[in-house]
C-alpha cells in the first residue's frame, strides 16, 4: 500500500508542478524571481543626499522601536 501512496504522491507533484507553469504562462501567476535581483539598483535614480536622507529616517525609526521594547 505505501508503493500506491508514493506514487500518487508522485503524481501530484507533477500535476502541482504543471498547474503553476500553465498559471505563470497565462499571467495568473508572478514568476517566482530572487528578491534581490527584483530590487536591486531600484534606487540608482535617487540623489545621494535624498538616499542618505531616507537611511538617517529608517536608523531613527529603528531605534525609537527599540527603545520603546520592554527589555528582557
Known amino acids: 500500500m505505501s508503493i500506491e501512496i508514493a506514487r500518487i504522491d508522485q503524481r501530484l507533484s507533477s500535476v502541482e508542478t504543471a498547474l503553476v507553469q500553465v498559471q505563470q504562462k ?3 501567476v508572478p ?3 530572487n528578491w534581490v535581483e527584483k530590487v536591486s539598483g531600484s534606487l540608482a ?7 542618505q536622507q531616507f ?8 531605534r525609537e522601536s527599540s ?5 528582557a
Open 55 to 62: 537611511l538617517e529616517c529608517c536608523r531613527a525609526v529603528r
Open 26 to 28: 497565462l499571467g495568473l
Open 67 to 71: 527603545a520603546e521594547e520592554p527589555q
Open 31 to 33: 514568476p517566482s524571481a
Open 45 to 51: 535614480d535617487i540623489p545621494e543626499d535624498d538616499y
